[in-house]
């Protein structure tokens, strides 16, 4: 068998081929890494600011029990408000 000036053009191309599939396979591998990454970070910041939500409406009946009026009333309000369209918003929206 020859090696001549086709023979290496075929090989090159070949690879470059190869080379290129293996680099958007990689690229696509990498995209949905980052993205389980993300989502999982997502799920926590979400538990944590559903935990602070409940620590501040906690506090907010805290005082309003203690007889403080005003703004907390309309706080203890907003954010039941905004609690309870959190827990059913695919239900409000539609």
């Known amino acids: 068998m020859y090696i001549n ?12 081929s190869l080379i290129m599939i293996g680099s958007a ?4 591998y990498k995209f949905i890494e980052r993205d389980r ?3 999982k970070t997502i799920r ?5 600011q559903t935990l602070l939500c409940y620590g501040i409406k906690a506090c907010l009946q805290g ?5 403080c009026n005003g703004p907390v009333h309309d706080a203890l309000d907003k954010l039941e408000k905004h609690l309870n369209k959190q827990a059913h918003g695919d239900i409000l929206d539609k």
């Open 5 to 16: 000036a086709e023979t290496l053009n075929d090989l090159a191309r070949l690879l470059g």
């Open 25 to 28: 396979v990689l690229a696509v």
């Open 37 to 39: 990454t993300q989502s």
């Open 44 to 48: 926590a910041i979400q538990t944590e």
């Open 63 to 67: 005082l309003a029990e203690q007889g």
